[in-house]
């Protein structure tokens, strides 16, 4: 009960509405969240539907986060839903106002820039990823002194091959799972409940069936969070 009133009053920032912020929406909203504003600059696209489940054939061609609005208050119209229909590029204000941020995106650029913010502001930052049959899901609490950041376990100035689930595809299930899980994150951190995943990353194999914990920790040289 008391967890459930600690969501009514929190706020949500989902980054990204494709294949994991659709799932992590759903279960969001369905759980009674408060406010939950969701950032997407694409359209929906009819070969995204298998795994971007916000979605209908209906909806294709329809601005994304305009679409999802509209499902997830369908699902629970007491969720205050803000749709920005925009890449940002800057963070921190949004960031600042959140209590919770999911990295759904699809990019290094996104993805480090979104934690720099969350840095910066001391917020927890949930992020997945998931590509093929692979994928993981870390936990970064950011308001704790101690805990790593995403720039930690992967360098800004890292040599990255950027794969994208438009060209190299993802198990629709997958990015569900992950989703899902990104949720269930979110709300442990705002209900203040368990433990968190923060400082184990889970990497998953769905083609063997297997997950394994990778520990992580803190980089005191890291250029984002140790400075
Ligand atoms: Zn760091």
């Not at 995106?105 to 001391?122: E, G, Q």
């Not at 803190?218 to 400075?227: E, G, I, P």
Request: charged share 20%.
């Amino acid at each position: 009960m008391e967890g459930q009133e600690r969501l009514r009053a929190a706020h949500a920032l989902v980054i990204g509405a494709g294949g994991l912020g659709s799932p992590a929406s759903i279960y969001l909203a369905a759980s009674g969240i408060g406010k939950l504003t969701l950032a997407d600059s694409d359209k929906v696209d009819l070969t995204n539907l298998q795994r971007q489940i916000l979605y209908r054939t209906d909806d294709v061609g329809a601005v994304k986060v305009e679409a999802a609005q509209a499902a997830l208050k369908a699902i629970n119209p007491d969720v205050a839903v803000v749709p920005l229909h925009q890449r940002v590029k800057d963070f921190s204000k949004l960031v600042k106002s959140a209590d919770v941020v999911l990295d759904c995106s699809d990019n290094f650029a996104t993805r480090h820039a979104l934690n720099r913010a969350c840095v910066a502001a001391k917020k927890p930052l949930v992020a997945g990823a998931a590509i093929r049959f692979d994928a993981q899901l870390m936990v970064f609490d950011l308001r704790q002194k101690t805990s790593p950041c995403y720039s930690c376990v992967f360098p800004e100035d890292a040599e990255v091959e950027e794969v994208q689930c438009s060209t190299m595809g993802v198990l629709a299930p997958l990015t569900g799972a992950i989703g899902a899980m990104q949720a269930m994150e979110a709300i442990k951190l705002i209900a203040e409940v368990g433990t968190s995943l923060s400082g184990r990353m889970q990497v998953f194999d769905a083609l063997a069936a297997e997950w394994r914990t990778v520990r992580v920790a803190k980089d005191r040289a890291c250029a984002v969070c140790s400075v």
